[in-house]
T-cell receptor
């Protein structure tokens, strides 16, 4: 049972435009969500997070939106840059299992110059 | 601050051979994870430690996999014997709160 789903395996965007990566979850107990970015041959690096008490968190070009009723979150990157090309993973955890992270399958973002 | 350190970066072994991976977490991080990532998939948790105690090892194939975390710091993950299906990237991560930091991973190829 895939509790965290990223239904788009890949996304291609022009440089300077907005990239929107989506993530859905099924476990209503999840209350903390994270996005990680992964380059080839490297480990995932933390990008941005959001607690379920918020519906938006912004950090520079990166904004995460959370829609709890729809069990959906999205990552917006504006403007997209070629260096943003990587695999993006959505992850979630619940306060009941505080340090257990469940990951989605990832979305490969390609930003075209 | 030093990040999570893993070794080796790459390992190629023949099936039925043993293999071990080592992880040094970020200093002060009580929680240590071992994840496995197959091609095209997200990381899947194998085992999670809180200090020296393995608090979640439900996804660890215990017939061939073992792990230990000595003195609540470094950790070793072992596979014996390895099977072709064990080819994957093995990721170690550590956290103090709810944010996990990952090492670069070990890419294992079983031939």
């Amino acid at each position: 049972d895939q509790q965290v789903k990223q239904n788009s395996p890949s996304l291609s965007v022009q440089e300077g435009r907005i990239s929107i990566l989506n993530c859905d979850y099924t476990n209503s107990m999840f209350d903390y969500f994270l996005w990680y970015k992964k380059y080839p041959a490297e480990g995932p690096t933390f990008l941005i997070s959001i607690s379920s008490i918020k519906d938006k968190n912004e950090d520079g070009r990166f904004t995460v939106f959370l829609n709890k009723s729809a069990k959906h979150l999205s990552l917006h990157i504006v403007p997209s840059q070629p260096g943003d090309s990587a695999v993006y993973f959505c992850a979630a955890s619940s306060s009941g299992a505080t340090n257990k992270l469940i990951f989605g399958t990832g979305t490969l973002l390609a930003v075209q110059p | 601050e030093a990040g999570v350190v893993q070794s080796p970066r790459y390992k190629i072994i023949e099936k039925k051979q043993p293999v071990a991976f080592w992880c040094n977490p970020i200093s002060g991080h009580n929680t240590l994870y071992w994840y496995r990532q197959n091609l095209g998939q997200g990381p899947e948790l194998l085992i999670r430690y809180e200090n020296e105690e393995a608090v979640d090892d439900s996804q660890l194939p215990k017939d061939r996999f073992s792990a230990e975390r000595l003195k609540g710091v470094d950790s070793t993950l072992k596979i014996q014997p390895a099977e072709l299906g064990d080819s994957a990237v093995y990721l170690c991560a550590s956290s103090l709160a709810r944010l996990a930091f990952f090492g670069q991973g070990t890419r294992l190829t079983v031939v």
